[in-house]
């Protein structure tokens, strides 16, 4: 009986949901835009967090020779972000964008915190203009889809390398925070 009681509950509770969430289908760019939001506030955070003063840091110990500094890896992170909101939208990314390097007059900490969150911007709205009907056409060399997934799985392969980093430097990251 209680088997019984427990399989009618369920049926119940996932018959409901079902129902709830198709009566508040969300739209393409809703969800891509959710997912921007995340990543944005992860990003985002974990530049604010690291001292202005290590921005230049970069370690250089065994196979990390050669890789980009703090500071550089967010205007990376940055520009890619502008250069794929640039595609979606059809338009030409900025040499600096697509070179992925961002405006070399960019340098301070509240400049390069200005154009990664400017950058977001840019995401956000060219995600708006995704629809179901142009979602998967092609636009340049890409869809709308592949270009707003690029940016947002692209930032987060950096946000990774900026924990890295954080960490060397002993600060814990914003979202290992609790």
Known sequence: ??????????LLITVSSYSA????????????DY????????VVSAADAMPEGKYSFAPT????????????QIKHLAANNYRMAARTLG??????????????????????????????VALHRSAAT???AN??????????????VDAVAHSYDHYGQMVEYLRMNGIVPPASRK
């Open 135 to 148: 979602a998967v056409a092609p636009v340049l060399q890409d869809t709308r889809v592949q270009f707003a």
């Open 21 to 32: 969430l198709a009566q508040a289908r969300i739209t393409i760019s809703q969800a891509l």
């Open 130 to 132: 995704i629809t179901g």
């Open 61 to 72: 110990a065994g196979e990390f020779t050669g890789t980009r500094t703090f500071a550089e």
């Open 35 to 42: 997912w921007i939001s995340n990543c944005e506030k992860d």
């Open 91 to 120: 338009q030409n990314p900025t040499a600096d964008q697509e070179a992925e390097t961002g405006p070399d007059a960019v340098r301070s900490k509240a400049e390069i915190l200005e154009y990664l969150k400017g950058s977001f």
């Open 1 to 10: 009986m209680k088997d019984a009681f427990r399989i009618v509950l369920c």
